[in-house]
């Protein structure tokens, strides 16, 4: 069992920076896949970032905006967001995969972030 628990989210300007934090506890996350996704109002849930042990990937929508890191000492994992637009306004959920593929095994409770236009 996983426990992840987001944080960071808030309100902030177009333009503007935001940096989340998901926190895991119960297991040591360093080597399994971690994601953040997103959903806004009304709109299905959908891939933001995944890192590996070694690298990372992106969703065409925040590429180059957003970067996912992890610090292994502390079992957490970030999402430095920068040029924020308010089409990224949504709860903002990680996640952790147990298997080398397949679907996301535990989920967090998520964190609110809005942009203003």
């Known amino acids: 069992q996983v426990q992840l628990v987001e944080s960071g989210g808030g309100l902030v300007q177009a333009g503007g920076s935001l940096r989340l934090s998901c926190a895991a506890s119960?297991?040591?996350?360093?080597?399994?896949?971690m994601g953040w996704f997103r959903q806004a109002p009304g709109k299905e849930r959908e891939f933001v970032a995944s890192i590996t042990w070694n690298s990372g990937s992106y969703a065409d929508s925040v590429k180059g905006r957003f970067t996912i890191s992890r610090d292994n000492a502390k079992n957490t994992v970030f999402l430095q967001m920068n040029s924020l637009k308010p089409d990224d306004t949504a709860v903002y959920f990680c996640a952790v995969r147990i298997a080398t593929r397949g679907p996301y095994d535990y989920w967090g409770q998520g964190t609110q972030v809005s942009v203003s236009s």
């Open positions: 119960g297991r040591t996350i360093s080597s399994y896949t």
